[in-house]
Each structure stands twice: as C-alpha cells, then as structure tokens.
Nanobody, 114 residues
Framework: QVQLVESGGGLVQPGGSLRLSCAAS????????MAWYRQAPGKQRELVAHITSGGFTNYADSVKGRFTISRDNAKNTVYLQMNNLKPEDTAVYTC????????WGQGTQVTVAS
C-alpha cells in the first residue's frame, strides 16, 4: 500500500519561507510526474508546481520566482521551497504523484499571517 506523507507546513510571517516535503512509502514504481496543489478556503484547488521525471518544471504564475519544486528520486520525495510568502499563499497544500496509479497526500496547512 502506497502512502504519501507530507511535512513542513505551519504558520509563517509575510516574507518568510517554508519547505514542504512529500515522501512516498510502500511499493511505488515508475514515478512520473510529482506535483503540489493548494486549496484556499472558498476557492478551487489549483496546481502550484509540477516536475516531470526528466526534471522539467512548471509553475503557477502567482508563485513564479518565489517557489521552487524539486525531487529526490532515490527517496521518492518531492519538495516545495516557498520563499517570500504572502498572505494569499495561505492554503492547504497537497502533493500528487503519478506512477502506475495516481496518489494524493493528506494535505498540510500553510498559513501566512503577521
């Protein structure tokens, strides 16, 4: 059984930084795309960033230049480094991994407030 375990969320002041991690455990093979989504209260879930098996990355316009997605294939882990955080980044962040099946994490809360 595959599980995605997220960590790194929390409360941070505007301008601060957080690093999210999402580690896949269990029998998971042939990981392709790894991605981070977020959903703020009253809003639809949106794609924040994704990274392919070849290392190609793509970002939402709202986070370009501030967020960086990366992956460690040996550890089946995807990261999201978030810098210069803004109040509008407040949301539940969830990782998604596409392998032979699609797997979702449980979500981690990120709150940006002074």
């Amino acid at each position: 059984q595959v599980q995605l375990v997220e960590s790194g969320g929390g409360l941070v002041q505007p301008g601060g930084s957080l690093r999210l991690s999402c580690a896949a455990s269990g029998s998971i093979f042939s990981i392709n795309t790894m991605a981070w989504y977020r959903q703020a209260p009253g809003k639809q879930r949106e794609l924040v960033a994704h990274i392919t098996s070849g290392g190609f990355t793509n970002y939402a316009d709202s986070v370009k230049g501030r967020f960086t997605i990366s992956r460690d294939n040996a550890k089946n882990t995807v990261y999201l480094q978030m810098n210069n955080l803004k109040p509008e980044d407040t949301a539940v962040y969830t990782c998604r991994i596409v392998a032979r099946n699609v797997y979702w994490g449980q979500g981690t809360q990120v709150t940006v407030a002074s």
